[in-house]
């Protein structure tokens, strides 16, 4: 007599519950951030463009420290434009146009470096500087002129201090290490510029 083996029971599909759906929605969230990012430039987000892996014309570190320097030029950028419309004060707004210029100027030069290199560069601010935008669009007067002096200003400049001396010490493309060594000087007098703002300002309160 052939026994015919039994087919398994199927379970009926339980429906998420919303508590379980939100837990989702945070993993999902998280995984979304590559490991060890950090905040100075931050790593890229969707939306924002990533170093390209076709790139083998440089290590993957060395892509990584064009993108983290690229968003970096990008988000002092945009700062800087955000405070040309919202500040009336004559200090922060010729700080805010130098920051324009010279950071326009780094970051064409950072593109055609990295173009020559096979990088792709991502085109927007990560996730970490959208958030300050999104802070500081919500100031005005002299809230906005402090806090923008101290987190695009110091804060902003103190960390990409540190990412051009992490990219000097630790780039293999020899190109790449010599654009470094050429922006420090200008990172660490737009720190000092900023140092001196933010003082100018505390003594006028």
């Not at 890229?44 to 983290?68: E, I, N, Y």
């Not at 326009?104 to 055609?112: I, Y």
Request: proline fraction near 4%; charged fraction near 20%; aromatic fraction near 2%.
């Amino acid at each position: 007599m052939t026994h015919t083996p039994e087919k398994p029971t199927s379970r009926p599909v339980r429906p998420l519950g919303r508590a379980e759906v939100a837990l989702a929605a945070c993993a999902l969230a998280v995984s979304s951030f590559p490991a060890g990012a950090q905040g100075v430039s931050g790593s890229s987000t969707a939306g924002t463009g990533t170093a390209s892996r076709a790139g083998a014309m440089v290590s993957q570190g060395d892509s990584k420290m064009m993108t983290d320097l690229a968003q970096a030029n990008i988000a002092e950028i945009e700062t800087g434009k955000l405070a040309l419309e919202k500040s009336r004060n004559e200090q922060v707004r010729k700080f805010a146009q130098h920051m324009i210029d010279e950071h326009t100027s780094a970051l064409k030069e950072l593109q055609t470096l990295a173009q020559a290199k096979g990088v792709t560069l991502p085109d927007g601010a990560d996730l970490k500087h959208k958030t300050m935008a999104t802070a500081l669009k919500i100031m005005s007067g002299n809230t906005f002129d402090s806090q923008y002096m101290k987190r695009a200003g110091v804060g902003d400049h103190q960390q990409t201090i540190g990412l051009l001396q992490k990219t000097q010490k630790n780039a293999r493309d020899p190109e790449l290490k010599a654009m470094a060594t050429k922006m420090l000087p200008t990172v660490q007098a737009h720190l000092k510029m900023a140092q001196e703002g933010v003082v100018a300002l505390s003594a006028k309160k």
